[in-house]
């Protein structure tokens, strides 16, 4: 009985031990990619303004399985997490991650509005705060556009226009317009969202993978496929990289990131050459882009917050910006001098403006708790069989649409 | 052998004459063993094994977003069987994951067989840096390996460059006139060939492995054996054919167990190669590779649940075959 | 006469054969070893050099860059450190485990063993995508979260481990042997321990390898339980990848240093592996 008491006492003693030491414990961060290095090079700076914390960072995938993990047990997840836009969706209203509404409030107004948007539920709350965004844009070679007579205002103005600029390079000078006609497909999907709808559903979850806007998405790509417009690399590998150096095609639309690793590594050489402008026939869209939350586990949610306030101060959002290409989603930044600088990779071009009036202009898109299945369904699989086996259009348009009615719920 | 184990022979009849008591509980002890032996087994696979059992039979039949936290499971009976039964990805991922594993299974074992065979006559040091060598891809993590594939396996890669050169010499040239180096095999983005070229990787990565495998089990034919039979005029094929191979069934039956379950659980090669599943994935997806996706990515856990239980069932098959044709020499009851 | 009755043919078959086989397998070892020396080669460049490497084996200038990103971004030494204590515990007590499990199916007859073998067999066959949920709670539950103990335990009783201990039992300790031992009058555990365990050695030494390389490599487990000062080397490596401008030299860099235990590990065991045929088998 003695030996129990005393047990029990001692493991008491501890307890209260842990409970005093983790009322003033550091916080913890689960973040992913490039912030892994944020929270590293910062901690000094955040630690300062925000408090102290302890960041655990992992890749893409390990990140948000692990938040999943955490979220579907009720344990383990850190006091505030990143969540990637492509993963939001699933996110956003499953009750696992707090309403931070209130909190960000005072802040809505300087924040990129689609942004905002994209981080609220199906209620109106905020759940995820957008600390970055992945304004889309065309890079296009300058040797094969002004260099040559052409001028990129006219050639972006609609797609026959571009079109035509394209069949002219591949007929003139051998070059591609394009390094794959499936990031155009993309582009189009994407950056034609009415408002108020998802990439792949409307508000109520009608699915509208059929409409007009998939069928020209894909007939688009086909066409650039058919008529020798693409160069059909992937991305990400050694036939890509050597495009870029080598010119083999004219035009890549990526995020606006994508300058950072262009002028970095993939192709230093060729600075100079290129230049960036809005996507073709008018059209806005965003690839990637990062929001910030606080799980409902947080056991110190104001310190979590004042984390998230810090991310998106002005002057963190520069820094990040500066430092990893991460674009403010702060708008009141965006006429910040950086932005007028000139970018001798680009021929001295102030793209950062052009970036930026991308930014603001794209329309709100709302995260659909199936992006992920339809994606699968429409990018990965209905769009690869159209480009690569031949598969008839809205014959794989249809097909994918019934098989997301069976998945849906 | 119908003795039960333990069970004392004559000496131990005249200690129990002797002292009865202690001798009762060695008794009880010794009927025990076998189950003593086990029950780590028993203690960790209760703690660690029983519970997820139960949990996944129960999810298949719950509609679950797991961002929404365990309280949120909704009963819906077989819904996600049903699901998953007309689904023709799964369907389609099976195929892929069958086919995948046929193609990188069978030549696994038809070489790994002969050459540890060989690698054993070759002597101990020989075989040492062979199978060390052999055994790299299986501890070379699979970023590293992914990566050089990837890159071998693009348009400009290694795989194209390799055929080029047989294209342009003019002794192979007439073999090669199907090629045509403006249109370079692309190897891990058309559908035609992903399923080639995740096998090649498979077959590469696991060779190593099964020669592993089996020079263990060359190790248990004593040497007496094949020197009899040499004295007996067999020649290397023969003493291979008649000795080794026969005595060698034990480990053929677990090289090949492991084969099957390891191959309808093939994820990372997979994965890697088309790309994180975003080019040829209609022929490059696997089974394991769908189900990540459901459960993970898509967040419909039940139905990642369900078609779980469903994969189960058709590996389990797959080995009762197995097991029902070749069991009995595999397994060597008696 | 007949062309196959030649002497010399049969000779030249026979040389030919001996020779292609060598080449091929001296071939063969060149395109296994080749991308751990490609690794190294990778390793001393950094990301645009790799990224306009193509198969050409140039050493760059940058390892030793690589190699200072690698500490800054991940805390290398402490992550191959708990690698090592995991790989290490797990792979000897499974040794243990798996051969008492393995040679329990294989020597004795008692009620149950079909059921168990089956069970054992079965469990292999479960898709483990989704067993991660229910073992974080377990783990949750038993208050281990963040131990190693956590992470290697449940793999310890390997049921592939058992099996392979079954198979060699089966193949290679004679019946007689055991009954001999029984009649000198030695108890079960020790006839196992002294008599079974030393014939086991090659399998065991194929068992270790395995468990060392799984437990080395496995990711998801580590990745949910462990975090800060406890995590493991390959959570360390993943979390560097899969940005665009993932530090590639430093991660290959990276992931080679930490092959080279499970390379020492192979060695040694691989010695092990054929002292039966060594040492005179049995059988």
Request: glycine share 8%; hydrophobic share 45%; proline share 4%.
């Amino acid at each position: 009985m003695n030996l129990k008491k005393t047990l029990s006492a001692a493991v008491a003693a501890a307890g209260l031990v842990v409970a005093a030491t983790s009322a003033q414990a550091a916080i913890t961060v689960d973040v992913y990619g490039d912030y892994g290095n944020y929270f590293e090079d910062f901690k000094k700076d955040i630690t300062r303004k925000a408090g102290s914390y302890k960041h655990n960072a992992n890749d893409w995938g390990g990140h948000h399985n692990k938040l999943t993990l955490n979220l579907a047990t009720g344990s383990g997840a850190a006091d505030m997490v990143l969540v990637d836009t492509g993963m939001i969706g699933g996110y956003i209203n499953g009750g696992g991650l707090m309403d931070l509404s209130d909190k960000f409030a005072p802040f809505e107004k300087d924040m990129v509005d689609f942004a905002v948007k994209q981080g609220q539920n199906e209620k109106g709350q905020q759940i995820g705060v957008p600390v970055d965004l992945g304004p889309g844009v065309a890079f296009f070679r300058r040797d094969y556009m002004e260099d040559i007579g052409y001028d990129v205002d006219e050639v972006m103005e609609t797609w026959e226009s571009w079109l035509a600029y394209g069949r002219e390079l591949r007929d003139d000078y051998g070059v591609y317009l394009v390094s794959n006609a499936d990031g155009i497909a993309r582009s189009i999907i994407y950056g034609t969202v009415k408002e108020g709808n998802g990439i792949y559903t409307g508000p109520n979850n009608e699915i509208l993978i059929e409409n007009d806007r998939f069928k020209f998405a894909f007939n688009m790509a086909k066409q650039l496929r058919e008529e020798g417009l693409d160069a059909n690399t992937g991305m990400w590998n050694d036939d890509w990289y050597g495009g870029f150096r080598e010119g083999t095609f004219a035009m890549e639309i990526q995020g606006a990131w994508m300058l950072g690793h262009l002028q970095g590594w993939i192709a230093p050489d060729t600075e100079g050459s290129w230049g960036a402008s809005n996507l073709p026939n008018g059209i806005y869209g965003t690839w990637g882009g990062t929001f910030a939350a606080i799980p409902t586990q947080s056991k110190d949610v104001e310190s979590a917050w004042n984390v998230i306030e810090y991310m998106i101060s002005p002057k963190a959002q520069l820094a990040a910006f500066d430092e990893w290409a991460m674009f403010p989603a702060n708008k009141t930044v965006h006429d910040d001098e950086m932005f007028n600088e000139g970018i001798d990779f680009l021929r001295g071009q102030d793209a950062r403006v052009l970036f930026a009036e991308i930014a603001n202009n794209v329309n709100p898109v709302q995260p659909g708790a199936y992006d992920n299945i339809a994606e699968t369904l429409v990018v990965n699989t209905a769009l690869q069989e159209v480009l690569a086996d031949g598969r008839d259009v809205n014959e794989a348009l249809k097909d994918a649409a019934q098989q997301l009615q069976k998945r849906m719920r | 052998m119908s003795r039960s184990p333990g069970i004392g022979t004559q000496g131990s009849d005249v200690s129990q004459l002797e002292m009865p008591a202690p001798n009762r509980l060695k008794e009880i002890i010794s009927q025990g063993t076998p189950y003593w032996f086990l029950s780590p087994w028993v203690i960790i696979y209760g703690i660690f094994g029983i519970f997820p059992l139960f949990f996944m039979v129960f999810l298949s039949f719950q509609d679950w977003n797991p961002s929404e936290g365990l309280g949120a499971m909704q009963y819906i009976g077989s819904t996600n069987y049903v699901k998953a039964f007309t689904d023709p990805l799964l369907y389609k991922s099976m195929w892929n994951t069958l086919t995948i594993a046929l193609l990188s299974g069978v030549p696994q074992h038809l070489f790994a067989i002969p050459m540890a065979y060989i690698l054993v006559q070759l002597g101990e040091r020989a075989r040492q840096w062979f199978t060390s060598a052999y055994f790299l891809p299986y501890i070379t993590s699979t970023v590293a390996v992914s990566m050089i594939f990837f890159q071998m396996y693009q348009g400009n890669g290694i795989f194209n460059n390799v055929i080029v050169m047989f294209h342009d010499w003019s002794v192979t040239a007439p073999l090669f006139t199907w090629f045509d180096p403006d249109y370079p095999i692309q190897w891990v983005r058309a559908n035609s060939v992903i399923q080639y070229s995740i096998a090649l990787v498979v077959f590469w990565k696991y060779l190593g492995f099964n020669i592993v495998i089996y020079s263990a089990g060359m190790a248990t034919i004593s040497n007496d054996l094949y020197e009899a039979a040499k004295i007996d005029g067999a020649n290397t094929y023969q003493r291979f054919t008649q000795i080794a191979l026969p005595l060698l069934k034990p480990f053929i039956f677990f090289g090949v167990t492991m084969t099957i379950i390891g191959n309808m659980n093939l994820f990372d090669e997979s994965y890697v190669l088309t790309n994180a599943l975003k080019t040829a994935t209609k022929d490059g997806m696997t089974i394991s590779n769908y189900l990540f996706r459901i459960a993970w990515e898509d967040q419909q856990m039940g139905m990642a649940a369900a078609i779980s239980w469903i994969l189960f069932g058709v590996i389990a098959i797959f080995t009762a075959i197995y097991f029902y044709l070749f069991g009995r020499e595999g397994l060597q009851e008696n | 006469m007949n062309i196959f009755d030649n002497a010399l043919f049969q000779k030249s078959i026979y040389a030919f054969l001996k020779y292609g086989v060598l080449a091929f397998l001296i071939l063969f070892a060149m395109t296994t070893i080749f991308p751990f020396v490609y690794s190294i080669v990778l390793s001393t460049h950094d990301q645009e050099g790799i990224s306009s490497l193509g198969v050409s084996m140039g050493l760059g200038i940058d390892l030793v860059e690589n190699y200072n990103e690698l500490l800054q971004r991940t805390a290398f030494w402490t992550g191959i450190t708990n690698s090592a204590i995991i790989a290490i515990l797990g792979t000897v007590i499974s040794i243990f485990f798996c051969s008492m499990c393995g040679y329990s199916l294989a020597v004795y007859k008692f009620k149950g063993r079909n059921v168990i073998f089956g069970i054992m067999l079965l469990s292999m066959m479960i898709p483990p995508v989704l067993s991660l949920i229910p073992y974080f709670l377990i783990v949750d539950m038993l208050g281990l979260m963040n131990t190693h103990f956590a992470v290697w335990v449940p793999f310890t009783i390997a049921p592939m481990g058992i099996f392979l201990v079954r198979q060699y039992v089966v193949a290679s300790i004679p019946k007689d042997l055991l009954e001999a031992a029984k009649l000198d009058g030695a108890g079960e555990f020790r006839i196992y321990s002294t008599i079974v365990m030393p014939l086991l050695k090659p399998s065991l030494a194929t068992l270790a390898i395995i468990q060392f390389v799984f437990l080395w490599n496995n990711f998801l487990q580590p990745l949910v339980i462990l975090e800060g000062d406890k995590a493991v080397i390959i959570t360390m490596i993943r979390s560097m990848q899969g940005t665009p401008d993932a530090p590639m030299g430093a991660i290959i860099l990276g992931s080679f240093l930490s092959m080279l235990p499970l390379i020492l590990v192979f060695v040694v065991s691989s010695k092990q592996m054929i002292s039966g045929l060594t040492s005179g088998a049995v059988k």
